[in-house]
């Protein structure tokens, strides 16, 4: 732990940042978008979690590492799933109106599991 | 077993069982990025993310906050070194800085309500409110934590124990600031111009 290294990491999260701020606002867009912008980011969280959470310096059993990375598992089942369902529920559903949408979520219902 | 090596055992306990408690707020972090995720474009006809959020406001927060995390890792150093005035002066600009992201993201929430874009608007609204909000609640927390560490600095001294609570709210204030970056991502960047 030294002022160095969170110099370094400081310097560069600025940089990720403001990367991430000119790629949106000066224009980009297209099916790379959500990629730049997601790498970026983890990217960042990367730097962040050497430089201001010493996540590499753990010595013995690495506890927080392992934690992490159990968490890590947690959170893409969390959001992988919830998007994948959602998304394809609106995609079957999309061109239906209020009422049918009621009947269908009914008719699904009286199917059971 | 002598002084030190127990006080460092207790040290490395701690720290594992704030970590914990870190990650699981990771997960609640991650069901409320979903949640808004899934409900962004349910605006019930009223005003979508595209029209509401401000980039430069967002970026303004992001640098504060940012900087904020950074002093408030040269303060751990100084606690390391035994330095108490660093100590202080860290801990001071870390509170400053997070009280001014804290005011920006409450004007922000003043001024969407006021012009009648307020949680109950649509799904995605509340979604918004309840991310950024949780968040914004954590920082209060944070800033409410550090008062108590000046007032215990101030009546006790730098003791072991205090010692110990300052390394775990660094390893808080770190941690919302890596929730930050998604924020600034998910909700602004992409939320702002997708």
């Known amino acids: 732990m030294t002022a160095a290294r969170y110099a370094i990491g400081f310097v560069l999260s600025l940089i990720l940042s403001l990367a991430a701020y000119y790629y949106v606002v000066l224009g980009g867009s297209g099916t790379w978008f959500l990629v730049i912008l997601g790498v970026l980011a983890v990217t960042q969280m990367i730097v962040q979690l050497i430089f201001f959470l010493h996540l590499g310096d753990e010595v013995g059993p690495r506890y927080r590492l392992m934690s992490f990375a159990f968490m890590l598992i947690i959170l893409l089942v969390v959001v992988v799933g919830s998007l994948w369902v959602m998304v394809n529920m609106n995609y079957h559903m999309m061109d239906m109106t209020p009422t049918e949408k009621t009947d269908y979520m009914l008719i699904q219902y009286d199917k059971g599991f | ?194």
């Open chain 2, 1 to 194: 077993m002598s002084e030190a090596v127990k006080e460092k055992e207790l040290f490395s306990r701690t720290t594992i069982g704030f970590w914990l408690y870190l990650m699981t707020d990771c997960v609640l972090f991650a069901s409320l990025f979903v949640t808004f995720a899934v409900l962004r474009t349910a605006t019930a006809g009223g005003a979508t993310s595209q029209e509401l959020f401000e980039l430069p406001t967002a970026l303004l927060e992001t640098i504060i906050l940012l900087t904020s995390s950074y002093v408030c890792g040269l303060a751990l150093l100084a606690i390391h070194n035994k330095r108490v005035k660093q100590l202080v002066w860290g801990l001071v600009a870390t509170f400053i800085l997070g009280a001014a992201f804290l005011a920006i993201e409450l004007r922000e929430f003043a001024l969407l309500a006021s012009e009648g874009h307020d949680w109950t608007q649509s799904a995605f609204l509340s979604s918004f409110f309840t991310l950024v909000g949780t968040h914004g609640l954590h920082i209060l927390v944070g800033l409410i934590w550090l008062l108590v560490i000046f007032f215990v600095l101030r009546s006790r001294g730098l003791t072991e124990k205090l010692r110990r609570q300052i390394t775990l709210f660094g390893l808080f204030w770190h941690f919302l600031d890596l929730v930050w970056i998604f924020i600034f991502t998910t909700v602004y960047l992409i939320g702002g111009t997708q």
